[in-house]
């Protein structure tokens, strides 16, 4: 079983930056960040498919937020620029067999989702 810790979020105004981090406790094919929000559906936000080395970014956060990883300690961030308050979630790091499986919400194991707020 995977284990994946994650830590940051927290507060920041609209125009700063934050950064996730996660760890899984091994290695897996895909990893990424879902985020949600009260009474809304869980979207998928970035995600990353080791083998193909594909990374895909959700069409509100492109431009803004990026992927950095640390492949040798089963690591992924998630670099959050430009905050909007529309970016105000809980955020989950996700991992999955492949990519493709995330976009049908098939993944294996999440992490305990820091709150990220964004205030105007």
């Known amino acids: 079983q995977v284990q994946l810790v994650e830590s940051g979020g927290g507060l920041a105004q609209a125009g700063g930056s934050l950064r996730l981090s996660c760890a899984a406790s091994y290695s897996v094919y895909a990893m990424g960040w879902f985020r949600q929000a009260p009474g809304k559906e869980r979207e998928l936000v970035v995600a990353?498919?080791?083998?193909?080395?594909?990374?895909y970014y959700a069409d509100p956060v492109k431009g803004r937020f990026t992927i950095p990883r640390n492949n040798a300690h089963h690591a992924i961030y998630l670099q959050m620029d430009t905050l909007k308050p529309e970016d105000t979630r809980v955020y989950y790091c996700?991992?999955?067999?492949?990519?493709?499986?995330?976009?049908?919400?098939?993944?294996?194991?999440w992490g305990q989702g820091p709150q990220v707020t964004v205030s105007s």
């Open positions: 996700v991992t999955s067999g492949r990519m493709a499986r995330m976009f049908k919400g098939d993944t294996d194991y």
């Open positions: 990353i498919d080791y083998e193909s080395e594909k990374i």
